[in-house]
Structures are given as C-alpha cells and as structure tokens.
DNA sequence: GTAATACCTAAACCTAACTTTAGGTCAAGG
DNA sequence: CCTTGACCTAAAGTTAGGTTTAGGTATTAC
C-alpha cells in the first residue's frame, strides 16, 4: 500500500493530478485509512491502464466507462471492442489529415528553402507546375505559397 | 467588397469567429464604413491562410506572427521557413506516437475479437508471446490486455 | 409605425484536464 | 512548543478557441 505521494513519484505525476483522476471516479476501489487514500495493486494497475488509454485520446469518462465494463464481466466484450473500434477509425483519420498537414507543411520548407536562395519568391511562385495531380493540387492550392 | 455575413458563408464559418479572428488581430488592413467591417482581397486571403495554417496546428499567435513576417517583406524568409521546420518536427513526432496510439487500438481490437469469440480472455491471454520484439512488446505491454 | 434583419460591442460562458489557492488536520523533529 | 512536511477539502483559476448573451444601431419590408 503506497500514499498519493509515492505513487505520483512513481508515475511522475503531480500529486493532484492523482486526486483528480480519483474525483473523476477512476478508482472505485480505493481505501483511505483515516482520511488519507491508501494505494493498492488495484489502483496501480487502474492508473496503468488511464496512461495507456490517454495515448489513444480517450476522455477520462470514456476511460471510467471501460472501467465500469471490465469490472462487469464477458458480457461487456462487445462494447468494449465497439468502443476500440470508433477510437481505431477516429485515430486512422486523424493520422490522414495530419499527413496532409505535413505534405503542405513540407511544401512550405522547401518553398521558403528556395526563396531564401534567391532573395524573393518570384522564381519558386514561377516553379510550381499548374498541372499537378488533384490530391497533390491541394496542398499547393492549400499551402497557396503565401 | 463583402460584409461579414457574406464571408460567413462563403466560408462556412460563423460570423463570431470572424469576429474573432479581428479580435485576434488577423485582419490588420481591414477596413470599415460607418463601424461596419468591409472584407476584401486581402481579408479573404488572409482567411485563406488561416485556414490552411490552422489545418498544420498552427496557433493564432503564430498565424498572426506569420502575417507580420509576410508583411515585413524577403527578410523575414528564415524566420518563416524556421517557423514551418519547427511546425514539421512536431507534427511528425505526434503522427509517430499516434502510429503507435494506432498500434494499440488495433490490438485491443483484435483482443476483444478474440474475447468475444472465446467467451473468456484466458486464450487470448495466453496466445500474447513472452518474447516479442522490443518495439511491439511495448504495445502489449501499454495495452497490458486489461 | 413597427417588426424583422444584419450589423456592432463588451463581457460572460463553454470544454477538458488539470493546477492553484486557501484553509485545515496530524505526526515527527529540534 | 512550535515549525516543517505530508496529507485533506472545496472552490477558483488556467488554457485555447471559440460561442453566447445582453444591449444597442441602422436599414428594409409590410
């Protein structure tokens, strides 16, 4: 059994953030002997599973409510997969429209690479093909070399 | 000329926000008619660039620092390219740990598949071999198969 | 003439995930 | 005895990027 300020150590987390998660209800189980929260297994455990959850940019109701899920059993696998799920197709997106952002941000780095060569943007504007591919249009139409 | 109500729509962006992106300061040049705001060319590009810099995750400051910068002429080309470099090195390192946020997902998703089908996790659990490469264990391990 | 619109401002509100503050208990050390 | 440090609570503050509200002006429509 640790105190909030062992475990915050443990994990390098602030010991307040500790009481929030614990307002938040993410450890059901948690004792106090006397008033002070007393860590357990459990707990550790639980705060493993909110960092690993977190890097998937899940909301900390969200992460309570797969909690809620695995303490009831088998017969919740399918919401807890369905809940997987969404997250899945939600980070896929997001990684798309990022790679977009880092096409045009990329486009950006070379566009000033050049002008900064040459002293203004004349050439680099004049360098840019009018016929480029849709997908690829985009980013320059995007990016529009301001 | 345009009002704001008209750029709302040709942007699809609520006339508040114009507002306040005025506010913020990103129309340095616009003018107006008896108080009321008069969008031309060079507001609608402005929106145009925001727009897109928003999309790289790009904060307001930053965008209106890069207005300035443009408006200062060839000498703020480093400072601009360093500004994009800056916004690329990060955008890379997070769709790398959302790759690997991705990574977890589908294993999760793979897990309650399995659960799912089992009606337990017990072979699923077992079937998670000791001795992955280091890269992937980590995911097994982030995922640690709660 | 009055009602509906479109515009204006300042200021309050919103969300999420914390952090900070103010005020209080309790045990050990000097 | 009294100060330091670790714990506690409730409530307010923080951040960004807006949105909403309350109150006011001005034009057009009936």
Redesign the pocket.
């Known amino acids: 059994m640790y105190?909030?300020?062992?475990v915050?150590d443990m994990f390098g987390?602030?010991?307040?953030?500790?009481?929030?998660?614990?307002?938040?209800g993410l450890f059901p189980e948690l004792e106090?002997t006397?008033?002070?929260?007393r860590f357990g297994d459990t707990e550790l455990e639980a705060l493993r599973v909110i960092e690993c959850l977190?890097k998937a940019g899940?909301?900390?109701?969200d992460i309570r409510l797969f909690m809620e899920w695995c303490a009831e059993g088998p017969s919740t696998y399918p919401k807890r997969k369905a809940m997987f799920e969404e997250r899945k197709a939600h980070m896929e997106s997001e990684i798309a429209n990022m790679n977009r952002a880092l096409d045009m941000l990329k486009f950006k780095c070379w566009y000033y690479e050049q002008a900064i060569q040459d002293g203004n943007e004349d050439r680099v504007k004049a360098l840019i093909p009018d016929d480029l591919p849709e997908e690829i249009k985009d980013t320059y139409d995007n990016a529009h070399t301001q």
């Open positions: 105190t909030i300020g062992q915050a987390l602030p010991v307040s953030t500790l009481r929030y998660y614990d307002k938040q106090r006397s008033g002070i929260r977190k899940m909301e900390i109701k």
